[in-house]
């Protein structure tokens, strides 16, 4: 690995998420000395010229506390009504320990429609841009209090990635409870073996995670590799270190352990940017070898490689492409009702017209509408 990629203070732009796990203890609160290493660390890197956002969980393990909820699993609205409370705090926190080093954050809270939606997406990026500008230091959650079960991030790893992407972050880092990847899950697996660098997630390093270990935050290590792909298929490259130790930015220039994930080396505009942090697909398409072979290589879809269609996906949805054996080949904006990439699939081009009756389009996602995520 070349030695400036860990030092953080070559980056231009950094999105820090912060787990629930590392901020709050369960029974006394907000641990202030840690975050205020953290704010520590965040005033040296802007110092030296490194753009900072936060994405930071907690607001439901501290609105619980306050509210005294006991350990039980809470109900949806007891989840959102600790997050209206663990909010609040946890912003005051955050202008507290920051303005301690003379910053000033503001404070962003996005639901998944926030960035599914075009042009709440490109708000919502013009509105952090402008806070960037200005020097404050965004803080980002989800807005929990409205958020439904269905329509949710529910993670903020994920949530991280996206925003990371949105505004063209070159780094994301992932402070967890866990100081990177492994083979396999270290808290079960006496032989897991530390993964130090990821130059592309593979179905192999995908395999690798291992279920959720801590009670606090939702994320596993499977959401980090969900947010690994979000961010590196759009060039931000990824670490995964323990937040756990005072100073954890500062820790990872010193070479502690943690997991680097290459960002892909491709240019890609902001327009599949945008496509390949779609979180909620409609349908899915499941493609033979052969249309693999030419999605790997930068072509179209067409229906004469498509085996089975999913779903009840409309022309213009966002729909995933995977291959036979299930991974995910790509995704992008589908030229057809379900219905009718079902009846096509399988045909060449100059069929379509006479089995659909109407002029019908060669493909059936263009390339300018795809994001291959497995290059
Ligand atoms: N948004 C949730 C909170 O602030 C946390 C989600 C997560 O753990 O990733 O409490």
């Known amino acids: 690995m070349p030695a400036c990629l860990q030092q953080l203070a070559c980056y231009r732009r950094i999105v820090v998420k912060i787990g629930s796990a590392l901020l709050v203890a369960r029974h006394s609160g907000l641990k202030t000395t840690w975050l205020s290493s953290v704010a520590d660390d965040i005033a040296a890197l802007i110092r030296?010229?490194?753009?900072?956002?936060?994405?930071?969980?907690?607001?439901?393990?501290?609105?619980?506390?306050?509210?005294?909820?006991?350990?039980?699993?809470?109900?949806?609205?007891?989840?959102?009504?600790?997050?209206?409370?663990?909010q609040i705090?946890?912003?005051?926190?955050?202008?507290?320990h920051l303005g301690m080093q003379e910053l000033r954050t503001g404070q962003v809270l996005l639901?998944?429609?926030?960035?599914?939606?075009?042009?709440?997406?490109?708000?919502?990026?013009?509105?952090?841009?402008?806070?960037?500008?200005f020097g404050v230091v965004p803080?980002?959650?989800?807005?929990?209090?409205?958020?439904?079960?269905?329509?949710?991030?529910?993670?903020?790893?994920?949530?991280?990635?996206?925003?990371?992407?949105?505004?063209?972050?070159?780094?994301?880092?992932?402070?967890?409870?866990?100081?990177?990847?492994?083979?396999?899950?270290?808290?079960q697996d006496k032989h897991a073996e530390f993964v130090p660098l990821v130059e592309s997630i593979t179905p192999e390093i995908e395999a690798m995670a291992g279920v959720?270990?801590?009670?606090?935050?939702?994320?596993?290590?499977?959401?980090?590799?969900?947010?690994?792909?979000?961010?590196?298929?759009?060039?931000?490259?990824?670490?995964i270190t323990s937040g756990k130790r005072f100073n954890p930015l500062k820790a990872?220039?010193?070479?502690?352990?943690?997991?680097?994930?290459?960002?892909?080396?491709?240019?890609?505009?902001?327009?599949?940017?945008?496509?390949?942090?779609?979180?909620?697909?409609?349908g899915k398409l499941v493609v033979d070898e052969g249309a693999e072979l030419a999605l790997l290589a930068g072509k179209s879809l067409l229906a004469a490689g498509m085996i089975s269609v999913e779903g009840h996906?409309?022309?213009g949805d966002m729909v995933v492409v995977v291959n036979r054996q299930g991974y995910e080949i790509a995704r992008g904006f589908v030229g057809y009702d379900a219905i009718d990439a079902y009846k096509i699939a399988g045909y060449r081009s100059d069929a379509l017209s006479v089995l659909l009756g109407y002029s019908a389009p060669s493909t059936v996602i263009h390339r300018n509408d795809m994001v291959v995520v497995r290059a």
């Not at 959720?212 to 931000?236: C, D, F, H, P, Y």
């Not at 220039?253 to 697909?281: H, M, Y």
């Open 48 to 86: 030296a010229g490194t753009e900072i956002l936060i994405v930071s969980s907690g607001a439901i393990a501290l609105g619980r506390i306050l509210l005294s909820f006991s350990s039980r699993r809470l109900k949806l609205e007891e989840s959102q009504a600790c997050a209206a409370v663990g």
């Open 89 to 96: 705090e946890l912003a005051r926190a955050y202008a507290d």
């Open 111 to 133: 639901t998944l429609a926030d960035t599914e939606e075009r042009e709440r997406y490109l708000n919502a990026r013009a509105t952090i841009n402008m806070l960037l500008k």
């Open 139 to 187: 803080v980002v959650n989800e807005n929990d209090t409205v958020a439904t079960n269905e329509v949710r991030y529910g993670d903020n790893d994920r949530l991280a990635a996206r925003v990371a992407t949105m505004i063209r972050a070159d780094l994301l880092i992932l402070l967890s409870d866990i100081d990177g990847l492994y083979t396999a899950s270290p808290y």
């Open 212 to 239: 959720t270990v801590s009670n606090l935050s939702r994320g596993g290590m499977k959401s980090k590799l969900e947010a690994g792909k979000i961010a590196t298929v759009a060039g931000t490259a990824m670490i």
């Open 252 to 282: 990872i220039d010193k070479g502690e352990r943690a997991s680097f994930f290459c960002a892909s080396s491709e240019s890609v505009n902001a327009w599949k940017t945008w496509i390949a942090g779609q979180l909620s697909p409609s």
């Open 313 to 315: 996906f409309r022309r």
